[in-house]
DNA sequence: AGGCTAGGTATCCGATGGGAACCGCCAGGT
DNA sequence: ACCTGGCGGTTCCCATCGGATACCTAGCCT
């Protein structure tokens, strides 16, 4: 009781926990935060994000097209062109985003330490 | 470059990156959010996700003992009983899980409206 | 003795994620 | 005229994962 309103979230039907499974995942939060500060093409956001897959990239962009947080605008050029750029309410998410980010940025190391330390409990002579 | 700092989560093989790929679950930030408050047993947070199974929350638990965010307490009692709680670094982990569940809880509807206007391009008798 | 509780595990199957390869488009080089 | 090359997308295929169901353990209660 110390500040959550858990309202939403644990509910398996709501809107709220449809919005959780929506973002809550491994690409879709790299996607946002590559997407955080302007509008960004195709090729770009393959080369940032290291290791996505075109296909999957692409995936994950459309479903966010399709649930409003994601604009798609495709210009008739040749190469063609894609960019790709938060809408207003894709932008509420930049903070929730940033703030998820730093932590991982802050306490990756941390984490990665405590999964060494439980995967090796046999070198210990003290 | 309007303040965020990429460094970290656009590598591929990162810590940073990890972290995000261990947290940005569909199951494990409502799992965090169950344990943001202190310790639960196991069977409460069965009941308090709704359509979480057993196997699925074991599961996500474990992983996130073994990477040092979850303590798992097991009493040697008759029925047993396992209490699970955040980590100190765990805790560290509230204040983002808090800012995405409360962003979800606010804008779960307008993503479900966007979806829905999205699937019905049909109905437009103008 | 049999059932109850509570947590965990085993087994199975359908869904899904992801990589590699291919497609279409057209400007530009040769 | 043809082939190549850049970009975005899609198709095919397979490994992995999610999830439902059933079973296990171990003591207390009736």
Redesign the interface.
Do not use: Y
């Given at each position: 009781?110390?500040?959550?309103?858990?309202?939403?979230?644990?509910?398996?039907?709501?809107?709220?926990?449809?919005?959780?499974?929506?973002?809550?995942?491994?690409w879709?939060?790299?996607v946002l935060?590559?997407l955080?500060?302007?509008p960004v093409r195709h090729g770009e956001l393959v080369e940032?994000?290291?290791?996505i897959s075109r296909k999957v990239l692409t995936q994950t962009l459309r479903r966010l097209?399709?649930?409003?947080?994601v604009r798609r605008h495709a210009y008739a050029e040749v190469p063609p062109r894609v960019e790709y750029e938060l809408t207003p309410?894709g932008a509420?998410?930049i903070?929730?985003i940033?703030?998820?980010?730093?932590?991982?940025?802050?306490?990756?190391?941390?984490?990665?330490?405590?999964?060494d330390?439980?995967?090796e409990p046999a070198a210990h002579h003290s």
């Open positions: 009781m110390s500040g959550f309103v858990p309202g939403g979230v644990f509910l398996a039907d709501c809107p709220g926990r449809l919005a959780v499974e929506l973002i809550a995942d491994k879709t939060v790299v935060a590559g955080s500060e302007g940032l994000i290291g290791g097209e399709a649930h409003g947080l309410l509420t998410l903070d929730p940033h703030t998820l980010t730093e932590w991982a940025r802050a306490h990756g190391d941390a984490v990665l330490e405590a999964l330390a439980n995967s």
